[in-house]
């Protein structure tokens, strides 16, 4: 596939780019080749969370990355600690006991290459917002909105099968260097899931599509 790079367990079918398969210890990532030189973009994912673990039992989710350095397998979500650029976490599992948080949770971080990502507690210390959302076994297509522009980090969800965006999170104040690359990564850990995508669209905000990366794994 032209402009794509995979490593792990990532397989491409005639539908999908399967990250994981639905077996433990699993590890699995696609990355996009070129920089991405844009002050402003909008990355849309379209994806799906199953597996035939039990309720509450589901390992580990997935990660979605503008990063300096890709193809760098590691322990958060299948990539490198300590890294550099903007991570969305789409955590399945709990790993913190005493957390009052509802899973699956998705978080963002963004690192300077000094921060550690701690699973222990689910990227709490370094999590700048976040939210709940229902999106393991779901019986619709799912998707996400990944917003930036003029140091503004939305992200929205559309989940329900109303083909309607709903707010996750709204961060005024981040900064995102130019020229890091987009890609995701996922890993099942000790328990077992599988992540697919259907399709991985990046798009410019203020103008027409200029640059335009579209994953049909299918």
């Not at 032209?2 to 999908?16: I, N, V």
């Not at 921060?115 to 917002?129: I, Q």
């Not at 989940?159 to 005024?172: F, H, M, P, T």
């Amino acid at each position: 596939m032209p402009l794509w790079d995979f490593m792990g367990s990532t397989m491409l079918t005639s539908q999908y780019v399967r990250l994981t398969p639905d077996e433990r210890s699993k590890e699995g990532s696609i990355w996009n080749s070129m920089p991405c030189y844009l002050k402003d973009w909008e990355l849309h994912v379209h994806f799906r969370i199953h597996g035939a673990g039990k309720k509450n039992l589901h390992g580990d989710g997935f990660a979605l990355w503008y990063a300096r350095d890709r193809l760098q397998p590691g322990p958060v979500f299948g990539n490198q600690d300590k890294f550099h650029g903007l991570a969305v976490f789409v955590d399945t599992y709990p790993n913190d006991e005493t957390t009052e948080r509802v899973f699956p949770y998705i978080s963002v971080m963004v690192n300077n290459g000094s921060l550690e990502y701690d699973h222990g507690k689910d990227g709490r210390t370094v999590e700048l917002a976040g939210c709940t959302a229902d999106l393991r076994n779901s019986n619709q297509d799912t998707f996400l909105a990944i917003r930036y522009s003029r140091g503004r980090l939305t992200l929205m969800t559309d989940i329900e099968g109303k083909n309607e965006w709903k707010n996750c999170l709204d961060i005024s104040g981040v900064r995102l260097p130019t020229g890091y690359y987009f890609g995701a990564t996922a890993a099942t850990g000790d328990l077992s899931g599988q992540t697919c995508f259907q399709s991985v669209t990046v798009s410019l905000r203020w103008s027409h599509l200029i640059h335009y990366f579209s994953l049909f794994s299918m």
